[in-house]
């Protein structure tokens, strides 16, 4: 017979073990996609396995999140386990690792010892020379003086969302801006986007568009408004994986191809091929179901799905979740081209690196609410941090 009190009792002892605060009877459907990964993690760690591998265990974690990781993977490590850890992070790499093998294109660019790795020797592996330089200039690049501010596109007035009831949030996009949203895990940004764009739930508040106030009820209505959602799962909201790409990126607007019913499936397929082309979707075919590419060239397709449509604001969450450092690099640059073609962006992301080096403003919530806004001046991952503790 299954003994459940002990049962209960081992499960949340093992989550304890890297910080994390859950009922050991709470349903995982209720759980964020980091609350997810880090049960995952979890259970893999309480299997005391000779090996472990990790696969970007840290996707969805913040540093603080990770740091507790480190500090379980080390004592495991110290006690003999050997782990293999997967990720795209290269601070996480340079931190950890004793030995770091590099694989570009299926094959083994180079393996580095531990007093050999580096930030700029794991991208040259990761891209090529060529590209390794662009990338490391790419922080440089994206620094770009601060974005004249343009006329306010979308306020956001003392809006409640589902996870805080209590808390309100107050914010404003301007045009041809990149508002970064920072915080830790559970501080409600998720929640945030999902209001706005109509995804989850809006208690009260209100949101209005280039001055005019917007009746947001539904994702349709937000689309209809030229609001458009990124989201933090891609696989599982951002995508309908068994459909070919050709199919996803028009999925929205499939009627502005439709003639008495019926779609022209060449003017479809031009349209398609040309906006995969200008964001450099790498694909065999347009026909191909979207489950066969990478992480990377999936996330350009969700942003071909909307790009479309020419949106008003597109708000980014997670944009850069478990891709490469190559494509890493070629979404950046999409978004600033977003922000310098006229677009209102707001991005969120857990990556502080990545908040700091492509945002305009940042504002860092805290348990459901803003606790600041930065300036670009002003934004350092101390700065962040503080405010996101606060």
Same mark, same amino acid.
């Given at each position: 017979m299954l003994a459940r009190l002990q049962v209960r009792a081992d499960t949340e002892r093992q989550l304890a073990r890297v910080g994390v605060k859950l009922r050991a009877d709470t349903p995982l459907g209720e759980l964020s996609a980091?609350?997810?990964? &880090?049960?995952? !993690?979890?259970?893999?760690?309480?299997?005391?396995?000779r090996l472990l591998i990790l696969d970007e265990p840290s996707s969805s974690l913040t540093a603080s999140d990770v740091e507790r990781l480190f500090g379980v993977l080390r004592e495991l490590r110290s006690a003999g386990t050997a782990i293999v850890y997967i990720s795209h992070r290269l601070k996480e790499i340079e931190v950890l690792a004793d030995r770091a093998v590099v694989l570009r294109d299926g094959k083994n660019a180079g393996t580095l010892e531990r007093e050999a790795i580096s930030h700029d020797r794991l991208v040259q592996l990761m891209v090529g020379p060529?590209?390794?330089? &662009?990338?490391?200039?790419?922080?440089?690049? *994206?620094?770009?003086?601060?974005?004249?501010?343009?006329?306010?596109?979308?306020? !956001?007035?003392?809006?409640?969302?589902?996870?805080?009831?209590?808390?309100?949030v107050s914010l404003t996009v301007h045009r041809g801006e990149v508002l970064g949203i920072a915080g830790l895990i559970g501080a409600g940004r998720s929640e945030l986007a999902e209001a706005i764009c109509g995804v989850g739930p809006r208690l009260s508040g209100?949101?209005? &568009?280039?001055?005019?106030?917007?009746?947001?009820?539904?994702?349709?209505?937000?689309?209809?408004?030229? !609001?458009?959602?990124?989201?933090?799962?891609?696989?599982?909201?951002?995508?309908?994986?068994?459909? *070919?790409?050709?199919?996803?990126?028009?999925?929205?607007?499939?009627? *502005?191809y439709a003639r008495f019913g019926l779609v022209a499936r060449g003017s479809e397929a031009e349209a398609v091929r040309r906006i995969t082309t200008a964001l450099t979707v790498k694909a065999p075919s347009?026909?191909?179901?979207?489950?066969?590419?990478?992480?990377?060239?999936?996330?350009?397709?969700? &942003?071909?799905?909307?790009?479309?449509?020419?949106?008003?604001?597109i708000v980014f969450d997670e944009p850069t979740q478990g891709v490469d450092v190559g494509a890493k690099a070629e979404i950046h640059r999409l978004i600033r081209k977003l922000a310098e073609d006229g677009t209102a962006v707001v991005m969120i992301s857990s990556d502080m690196e990545e908040i700091v080096a492509e945002s305009d403003r940042v504002a860092v919530m805290h348990d459901g609410r803003v606790t600041g806004i930065l300036p670009r001046a002003e934004c350092t991952p101390e700065s962040i941090m503080q405010l996101a503790v606060s």
């Amino acid at each position: 017979m299954l003994a459940r009190l002990q049962v209960r009792a081992d499960t949340e002892r093992q989550l304890a073990r890297v910080g994390v605060k859950l009922r050991a009877d709470t349903p995982l459907g209720e759980l964020s996609a980091a609350q997810q990964q &880090l049960v995952a !993690i979890v259970r893999a760690l309480s299997m005391n396995a000779r090996l472990l591998i990790l696969d970007e265990p840290s996707s969805s974690l913040t540093a603080s999140d990770v740091e507790r990781l480190f500090g379980v993977l080390r004592e495991l490590r110290s006690a003999g386990t050997a782990i293999v850890y997967i990720s795209h992070r290269l601070k996480e790499i340079e931190v950890l690792a004793d030995r770091a093998v590099v694989l570009r294109d299926g094959k083994n660019a180079g393996t580095l010892e531990r007093e050999a790795i580096s930030h700029d020797r794991l991208v040259q592996l990761m891209v090529g020379p060529a590209f390794a330089a &662009l990338t490391k200039d790419a922080a440089t690049a *994206s620094r770009r003086a601060t974005a004249s501010a343009g006329v306010p596109v979308l306020h !956001i007035e003392r809006l409640r969302t589902g996870r805080y009831p209590d808390a309100e949030v107050s914010l404003t996009v301007h045009r041809g801006e990149v508002l970064g949203i920072a915080g830790l895990i559970g501080a409600g940004r998720s929640e945030l986007a999902e209001a706005i764009c109509g995804v989850g739930p809006r208690l009260s508040g209100r949101i209005t &568009l280039d001055g005019q106030p917007l009746a947001i009820g539904s994702a349709r209505d937000a689309i209809r408004h030229g !609001i458009c959602l990124v989201p933090e799962d891609r696989r599982r909201t951002g995508v309908v994986a068994a459909m *070919s790409v050709r199919e996803n990126v028009t999925l929205p607007a499939i009627a *502005s191809y439709a003639r008495f019913g019926l779609v022209a499936r060449g003017s479809e397929a031009e349209a398609v091929r040309r906006i995969t082309t200008a964001l450099t979707v790498k694909a065999p075919s347009i026909e191909v179901p979207v489950a066969t590419l990478s992480g990377g060239n999936q996330q350009k397709v969700v &942003l071909a799905k909307w790009l479309a449509l020419r949106p008003r604001v597109i708000v980014f969450d997670e944009p850069t979740q478990g891709v490469d450092v190559g494509a890493k690099a070629e979404i950046h640059r999409l978004i600033r081209k977003l922000a310098e073609d006229g677009t209102a962006v707001v991005m969120i992301s857990s990556d502080m690196e990545e908040i700091v080096a492509e945002s305009d403003r940042v504002a860092v919530m805290h348990d459901g609410r803003v606790t600041g806004i930065l300036p670009r001046a002003e934004c350092t991952p101390e700065s962040i941090m503080q405010l996101a503790v606060s």
